[in-house]
C-alpha cells in the first residue's frame, strides 16, 4: 500500500478516534494488579477435540536402534536405512546434504563434543538441510548453515520436537514446520534469515520457546495457525520481532488462540532484507510484535523495548500491506488482548503513518501500542502506562493473566489414524485391487472369482503373490508388485478379496 | 527410422482410402436415433455395479475408497506431506447415475449440432484434456482458455480455470450453453434427449422420482461419471505409502527439488492432491494477439485477482500438454522454467499484478528443473480410466464424428501395418 493511501486510513481511523479520545481525557488511571486476578479461560479446550478423545493411541517409544553418523558419512543413508524408533546420532564434523525424513518415529540427534557441534553446510548450493513429512520427528542439537532455502522445513508431520539447533544464514526460514499439529520448537539459535527465523505455517497445538534469534527479518512467525503459545524466547535486532499473522491465499484460513508471553523483544530495528514480493517486505524496521488479521491474540509480560517503529502493531488486511485478494480470509484482527507488559522506548523514530495516527489523538510521543486496523471486541489492561493509538473503544480485559494455561501441547501425541484391520484390506483392494480386476469379468488382471478358485483357504499365498508376482497367464500382462503395502495389509487384502462374493 | 519401401506406400495409399471411405460413411452419421427401436434399446443396460475402487454401500449408493484414508491432516483439508488424507469430495451416486453420466459425457447429442460432446475436449487418453493451447468448440474457434484435466475433480471445490463454479453441476451446464463451447440451450437439450427412446428409459432408471428428464439431471450425471475420475495410484503414491523403492534416485532428487522452499512448487501443488484448491496470481504470459486474460477478477470482483487463475493438479501432468491457462507452455520443461525466471517477468506492460508471494527467482540449475520434470512423470496413474462406450444412445459417434474418424484410421493403420509384418 502507497503512503499516501495508509495515510488517507490513518485519518479517517483517526476522526472517529477524536471522539472517543475526548472521552477519555484526564480520567484517573485504571490500575490492576496481574499477579492476582482472573486468569485466561478461553482458549483451546482439549476435550472437544473430537480426533483424540476418540480412541487415543499412544504413540510407540523411541525405543528402536542408536545408528551412528561419523564425519565422512551420510546422514541421509543413515536416514535409508533406520526403521520407525530408531535414532540417529551424527558425531561432529561438516555434512553437505540434504536430509529428507518421510518415515514416522525418526530422531535425529547432533553430538556435541567439546563445543563441537554436527554441521549441516549446504555451501550456498543446496536447497534444504532437512525435510520431513514423518509423524513424531525430532532433530537436536545440530548446526545448519548456507542453505539455498530452508534450515528444518516440516510437511504435515505431527508430533515434532526441533530444539538445540543452531542455524545461521539459511535463506528463507529457519525453522519452518509446516501442516503439522502438536510440535515444539525450543532453545535453537537462529540468525540471518530472510523471511522469518521461526515460521510456523498452517499448524496446531503449537510451543515455540527460550529461542534466541536474531538478525532476521522476522523473528517469530505464527501463520495461519491455532493454539500456539510463543514464550521466553529473546527476540533482538531483527526487522520485526513476533509476528502473529494471516496470510491471505493459502488453503487454512485462520490464526486465533495465541499467546505470545514472557519474551524479551527488544532492539527489532534491523533493515529489511526480505525477498521482493515476500509478505514480510512490508514491515517497517522497527516493529516489535505485529498482529496482522490474527485474532485472540494475547500479548502478556513481555519486555518490549527500543523497537523503533512501535511495541505492538496491530493491523488487517486491509489497513497495511497489500490487502487481500482471498475472500474466504477474514481480514481483521480481532479480539486482541493486551494485559501487562514493560514497555519503554519503542517508536523513537518511527513512521509516518504511525506518527500521523498519534496526531489523531493529538499525542507526539514514542508509540508503545498502535492500532491501525478495525478488528472488534480486543481488551487491554493499564492501558495508561502506554503512549498508544487507535486503542480508546477497547474494553477493559475481564481477566489478567494466562497463569491457567500451560500449554496447548496435547497430553497424549496425536494418534496415527487406527483403521480396523478388516477395513484395511477393503481399502486397500478397493483402492488399489480393482484397478485391474472385477469380480467375474476380465479387465487387466484375471477375475476375482477365478483367483478365489485359485485359493480358496490360501489367503497367504495370495498375499505371498502380490508382493513378489511372476507371470501366470500367457493372455494377461505380468502383475506389477504390491509389496509396498505392508505384510499385515497384504494379508488384509488377499482375506477381503477371497470373501468377495460379487 | 522411416523406410519407404513399397509395402509401405501400399499401406498408406490403402490408410487414405479407407479413412476416406469412412469420414464419408461418418459424415452420414449425425442424425439422431430417435427411432423407438425395441432392438437397439435392449442393447443399454446401465450398471448395477460401482465403478473400481468405489463399494457400494446397503441405500445403493457408491462411495470411494483409497489408501490416503489411512491418513490424518491438520483442519481435515488434506494438503501437506506425504502422508496426508484427501479433503472431502463428491461420491454417493447410484451405479446408474453413474453409468448414464459416463453415455452422456460422450455423447455429442449434447450439443448444439450434435457434433461434439464433454468428451471432445476432455478426452480420456489425452489426460481427460486435448492436445491443445486452447480448445475448439463448436463454433471451429479456439475458445478462450485451455480445457483442464477432469482428474480427480470430486476433491476440487472450485471449477472453472477463474473459480466461477463451486460445484461439478454448476460447471456443467457452462460448456453446455456456452455459444463458443457446446452452443447448446436448456430448451433445446432437453428436446434433444426427450427425443432419443434409450435416455427416456435410462434416465428412469437413474432417476427414479423425477417424472421427466431434467437439466439438473443431466447435470448431475455428469457429475456422478465425472467424480469416479481417480487417479490416486501413481508410482509417487507408493512412495507415499511407505514403500521407498518406487521412485529411483533422479526421481526422489526431483521430489526434494519440488518441495523444497527454493522451488516451492509443493507450496501451491500440495500433496496429495498437488492442488491446494486455491486461486494464485502468477504471471503468465497469454499468447501473442490474445488480450490479456484478467481471470479470477471477475469471479470476486476484486483487482487483487487480476490474472488469476486456479492452481491445477499436476496428477498425470505428463499428459495434458500444452500447459497454463492458456495453453502457451509447449512442454513440462517449459512450464518448471517459467517459475525460475523469475517474479513477475512475463507481466505485459501497463499491467499491475499481485503476484502470489510464493513466486520468486528460485535460481535452480538446469538439471534440477530436469529433475522436476522427471518427477512429474511419477504422478501418472490412469489404472481407473474408464471404459468407452462402445455406441450411444443418441446413434452418434463415441465422443465426435472427428474422434471416430481418427480411431478409425488408426485401426486401418494397424491392420495395414500389421500385414506388412506377415
Not at chain 1, 34 to 52: C, P, Q, V
Not at chain 1, 350 to 367: C, H, P, Q, S
Not at chain 2, 5 to 17: F, T, Y
Not at chain 2, 92 to 105: H, N, S, V, W
Request: aromatic fraction near 8%; hydrophobic fraction near 35%; charge should be negative.
Amino acid at each position: 500500500m502507497s503512503k499516501g493511501k495508509i495515510l488517507g486510513v490513518v485519518l479517517i481511523a483517526g476522526a472517529f478516534a477524536v471522539g472517543n479520545y475526548w472521552g477519555g481525557l484526564n480520567s484517573a488511571a485504571v490500575i490492576t494488579s496481574s499477579s492476582g486476578g482472573a486468569s485466561f479461560s478461553g482458549g483451546y479446550d482439549a476435550s472437544k477435540d473430537a480426533e483424540l478423545n476418540s480412541d487415543p493411541v499412544v504413540i510407540e517409544e523411541m525405543k528402536g536402534e542408536v545408528i551412528v553418523v561419523n564425519d565422512g558419512e551420510s546422514i541421509m543413508a543413515a536416514v535409508k536405512a533406520a526403521n520407525p524408533g530408531d535414532t540417529i546420532q551424527v558425531m561432529p564434523g561438516t555434512y553437505h546434504e540434504t536430509v529428507y525424513v518421510d518415515k514416522e518415529n525418526i530422531s535425529i540427534v547432533g553430538v556435541i563434543k567439546e563445543g563441537a557441534r554436527a554441521t549441516l553446510d549446504g555451501k550456498g548450493i543446496l536447497n534444504d538441510a532437512v525435510l520431513y513429512s514423518g509423524n513424531n520427528f525430532l532433530i537436536d542439537n545440530m548446526k545448519i548453515i548456507g542453505y539455498k532455502g530452508n534450515g528444518i522445513m516440516g510437511q504435515a508431520g505431527n508430533n515434532f520436537i526441533i530444539r538445540n539447533n543452531l542455524i545461521v544464514d539459511t535463506g528463507v526460514y529457519g525453522i519452518f514446520p509446516q501442516l503439522g499439529k502438536n510440535g515444539i520448537v525450543h532453545h535453537n539459535i537462529i540468525s540471518g534469515i530472510e523471511d522469518a527465523a521461526i515460521y510456523v505455517g498452517m499448524s496446531d497445538n503449537i510451543q515455540v520457546s527460550y529461542n534466541d534469534v536474531f538478525e532476521s527479518v522476522a523473528g517469530i512467525e505464527i501463520e495461519n495457525s491455532r493454539h500456539a503459545i510463543v514464550e521466553n524466547n529473546y527476540v533482538h535486532n531483527n526487522t520485526g520481532g513476533i509476528l502473529a499473522f494471516v496470510t491471505p491465499g493459502l488453503p487454512i484460513k485462520t490464526t486465533y488462540d495465541v499467546i505470545i508471553r514472557n519474551n524479551f523483544v527488544v532492539d527489532n530495528n534491523h533493515k529489511n532484507f526480505a525477498i521482493p514480493g515476500s509478505t514480510v517486505g512490508m514491515i517497517p524496521a522497527g516493529s516489535g510484535i505485529v498482529i496482522w488479521a490474527g485474532d485472540e491474540v494475547i500479548v502478556e509480560g513481555n519486555i518490549i523495548t527500543n523497537n523503533k517503529t512501535a511495541g505492538i502493531l496491530i493491523a488487517g488486511h486491509n489497513d497495511f500491506g497489500k490487502g487481500s485478494n482471498d475472500p474466504e480470509s477474514e481480514p481483521n484482527s480481532d479480539r486482541t488482548m493486551i494485559l501487562d507488559n514493560f514497555m519503554m522506548n519503542n517508536g523513537h523514530d518511527t513512521i509516518d503513518e504511525v506518527k500521523a495516527l498519534l496526531l489523531t489523538e493529538f499525542k507526539t510521543g514514542n508509540a508503545d501500542i498502535i492500532n491501525a486496523g478495525s478488528g472488534v471486541d480486543s481488551c487491554i489492561i493499564n492501558r495508561h502506562r502506554y503512549v498508544t493509538a487507535g486503542i480508546n473503544s477497547w474494553k477493559e480485559c475481564d481477566f489478567t493473566n494466562t497463569k491457567d494455561i500451560k500449554t496447548y501441547l496435547l497430553d497424549t501425541p496425536v494418534p496415527a489414524r487406527v483403521i480396523d484391520k478388516s477395513e484395511r484390506g477393503k481399502i486397500a483392494y478397493l483402492g488399489v485391487c480393482t484397478g485391474c480386476h472385477t469380480y467375474t469379468d476380465r479387465m487387466i488382471g484375471p477375475p476375482i472369482n477365478i483367483i478365489q478358485a485359485l485359493y480358496m483357504d490360501n489367503p497367504e499365498g495370495i498375499a505371498e503373490y502380490i508382493a513378489n508376482p511372476t507371470k501366470k497367464r500367457d493372455d494377461y500382462p505380468e502383475m506389477p508388485p504390491q509389496d509396498y503395502l505392508d505384510e499385515e495389509t497384504r494379508l488384509a487384502v488377499a482375506k477381503y478379496m477371497l470373501s468377495r462374493k460379487n | 527410422m522411416i523406410n519407404f519401401n513399397s509395402n509401405s506406400i501400399v499401406a498408406l495409399l490403402l490408410s487414405v482410402i479407407f479413412s476416406f471411405l469412412f469420414s464419408v460413411n461418418a459424415a452420414a452419421n449425425t442424425k439422431l436415433n430417435t427411432e423407438p427401436n425395441s432392438k437397439y434399446r435392449a442393447e443399454f443396460t446401465l450398471k448395477k455395479t460401482c465403478p473400481p475402487s468405489f463399494e457400494l454401500m446397503e441405500d445403493g449408493t457408491c462411495e470411494l475408497r483409497n489408501m490416503y484414508q489411512f491418513y490424518n491432516s491438520v483442519q481435515g483439508r488434506g494438503l501437506g506431506g506425504t502422508q496426508t488424507s484427501l479433503p472431502k469430495h463428491r461420491d454417493g451416486f447410484t451405479p446408474a447415475q453413474i453409468d448414464l453420466g459416463r453415455y452422456l459425457f460422450f455423447d455429442p447429442a449434447l450439443s448444439k449440432d450434435n457434433s461434439i460432446s464433454c468428451a471432445s475436449c476432455h478426452q480420456p487418453e489425452k489426460g481427460f484434456s486435448d492436445d491443445l493451447d486452447r480448445s475448439i468448440g463448436i463454433t471451429g474457434e479456439k475458445v478462450g482458455r485451455s480445457a483442464p484435466t477432469l482428474w480427480n475433480v470430486a476433491f476440487l471445490d472450485k471449477f472453472f480455470w477463474d473459480g466461477r463454479a463451486d460445484t461439478l453441476e454448476e460447471q456443467a451446464v457452462g460448456p453446455l450453453f456456452d455459444a463458443k463451447e457446446m452452443g447448446n440451450s436448456p430448451e433445446h437439450l432437453l428436446k434433444t434427449l426427450n427425443a432419443i427412446p434409450v435416455y427416456l428409459d435410462m434416465f428412469k432408471v437413474a432417476f427414479p422420482n423425477s417424472d421427466k428428464i431434467s437439466i439438473a439431471d443431466i447435470s448431475a450425471s455428469l457429475a456422478a461419471f465425472q467424480s469416479t475420475l481417480i487417479s490416486l495410484n501413481s508410482r509417487y503414491d507408493q512412495y507415499a505409502h511407505g514403500h521407498h523403492d518406487a521412485l529411483n534416485e533422479n526421481e526422489i532428487k526431483g521430489l526434494n527439488i519440488f518441495r523444497s522452499f527454493v522451488a516451492r512448487c509443493a507450496e501451491c501443488h500440495q500433496p496429495p492432491l498437488f492442488t491446494n484448491n486455491q486461486i494464485a496470481v502468477i504471471g503468465t504470459p497469454d499468447p501473442e494477439g490474445m488480450p490479456f486474460d484478467i481471470g479470477a477478477e471477475k469471479t470476486f470482483n476484486n483487482k487483487k485477482n487480476r490474472g488469476g487463475f486456479k492452481v491445477p493438479t499436476l496428477r498425470n501432468i505428463a499428459k495434458t500438454a500444452p500447459y497454463m491457462h492458456s495453453g502457451g507452455m509447449k512442454d513440462l520443461r517449459e512450464a518448471t522454467e517459467f517459475y525460475n525466471k523469475g517474479r513477475g517477468h512475463a507481466i505485459p506492460e501497463g499491467e499491475d499484478l499481485l503476484i502470489h508471494w510464493h513466486i520468486w527467482e528460485p535460481d535452480l540449475q538446469d538439471k534440477e528443473l530436469d529433475l522436476i520434470v522427471e518427477f512429474l512423470q511419477t504422478l501418472t496413474d490412469e489404472s481407473l480410466t474408464p471404459k468407452l462406450p462402445t455406441k450411444l444412445p443418441s446413434g452418434l459417434p463415441v465422443i465426435d464424428r472427428k474422434y471416430a474418424q481418427q480411431k478409425q484410421k488408426q485401426q486401418n493403420n494397424i491392420t495395414v501395418s500389421g500385414d506388412e509384418d506377415e
